[in-house]
């Protein structure tokens, strides 16, 4: 049961990641800045909601308390979303938001590798089948920070600007707790430590060829996996639950 | 007594809501077909994750079998093995290739970056000399080509593998 109960919390992260960065990429649509990336932004959105359907039917099933996806995705509160905080800072500029979905696709590709692997067979399925969506976006956003770093001046400032801010996010993509302890003790998933290993060897990559630098500073905002979010996640969740709570077990 | 041909057969008459010149057969989205528990189970298993299509295809389903008096079916959803454009049958392809819309081509690795586009041949005039205008179509599975000898615009199925 206690393990039962933590594979339900470290599966409600995935998908709140999933769910979280799909609707800030839908905050796009209609205003990429050329079509093909509006679209782009879109489809990746997509993508991630199909994701976070199968990880929250996934969840729902270990909590066995009758919830259904929606119910996960729409009817909680802010503290009970366990993403991290990166996935939800604001869209700002195209570098902001192709330098937010480098940082989290190159932790999503190793992660979801390694899940492939995992005795839950059901995860492993889930993971099997959006490694292929995930490889995807990963060269899709590398590619982007490589021309925008190595592009105009103006093209770098703003890529460079977007890592210095995000830098500061990307630690808590790692984090664990007691829960990733026992899983991970239990064979359930993979170390941490492997896929940040993976993570920091494609981003040093793709940076130096991107002629981008890591930030020194090593400061590090975390919490969003124990439900303490930045100030922009009610405005977030404002907007993505406004049908549910208006109309509630409404359905299209 | 109904078989599982008799239901493969009604299946071959559910078109997918997106591209309906191909059954969801065409397609390779239909797993397994099996009597449990005086229930037809039907796997179906998605193209992409978020594909919308899917909901669709569960009702059109269950409609048909409905429709053909085969009322004791269920349509269960399966993740796994992960779908890929292999499993268009050869039928399939030629099908898209009629209505418009380019086959999948095998392609780069994914990891190569910058990589140039699938080499990919005009389904109207079969020119090779094709280019890529957008990597994102219309939907999240096809990418948006041109021919450069008749000049038409056409939708290319990506690859998924």
């Given amino acids: ?252 | 007594m109904v078989r599982e041909v008799d239901i493969l057969k009604i299946l071959n008459e559910v078109n997918d809501p997106e591209i309906p010149v191909l059954t969801v057969l065409d397609l390779g989205v239909i797993q397994q077909i099996y009597l449990q528990e005086q229930y037809w189970i039907i796997e179906l298993t998605p193209t992409y994750s978020g594909c919308p299509a899917m909901q669709q295809i569960e009702v059109d389903i269950l409609a048909k079998l409905t429709e053909k008096g085969i009322t004791n079916a269920k349509v269960k959803h399966v993740l796994s093995p992960a779908w890929t454009t292999d499993w268009i049958s050869v039928e399939g392809r030629q099908k898209l290739r009629l209505y418009g819309i380019a086959p999948p081509v095998n392609e780069p690795n994914k990891s190569v970056l910058f990589s140039d586009p699938p080499k990919v041949a005009c389904p109207k005039c079969n020119s090779h000399d094709t280019k890529m205008v957008s990597l994102f179509g219309s939907t999240a599975c096809k990418a948006h080509y041109q021919c450069n000898t008749c000049k038409e615009p056409f939708d290319y199925f990506k690859c998924l593998k």
């Fill in chain 1, 1 to 252: 049961m206690m393990e039962q109960s933590a594979l339900f919390e470290y599966v409600l992260r995935m998908s709140d990641d999933s769910l979280i960065l799909a609707q800030r990429l839908g905050e796009w649509c209609g205003h990429g800045p050329i079509l093909e990336e509006d679209i782009a932004l879109t489809n990746i959105s997509l993508d991630l909601i199909g994701q976070a359907i199968s990880l929250y039917d996934l969840a729902a099933d270990l909590e066995g308390k009758g919830r259904n996806h929606d119910q996960l995705a729409y009817m909680r509160y802010e503290q009970e979303y366990k993403n991290v905080l990166l996935v939800e800072q604001p869209n700002g500029d195209f570098a902001m938001t192709m330098l937010r979905q480098f940082f989290f696709d190159a932790f999503r590709l190793p992660l979801y590798e390694a899940l492939m692997q995992s005795p839950v067979e059901q995860l492993a399925a889930i993971a099997a089948k959006s490694v292929k969506e995930t490889r995807y976006h990963l060269k899709h956003s590398s590619e982007w920070v490589i021309r925008m770093g190595d592009g105009t001046d103006e093209s770098h400032k703003r890529a460079q600007d977007a890592i210095d801010h995000l830098w500061r996010y990307t630690h808590e993509l790692f984090y664990v707790d007691a829960i990733d302890h026992a899983l991970l003790a239990d064979g359930k998933i993979p170390n941490m430590e492997t896929i940040q290993a993976k993570w920091m060897t494609t981003v040093t990559s793709i940076l130096q060829e991107a002629t981008l630098e890591i930030p020194k500073n090593n400061w590090k905002f975390e919490g969003g996996r124990e439900g303490r979010h930045s100030e922009h996640m009610g405005y977030l969740l404002a907007d993505l639950q406004y049908m549910q709570r208006a109309y509630p077990n409404m359905e299209w």
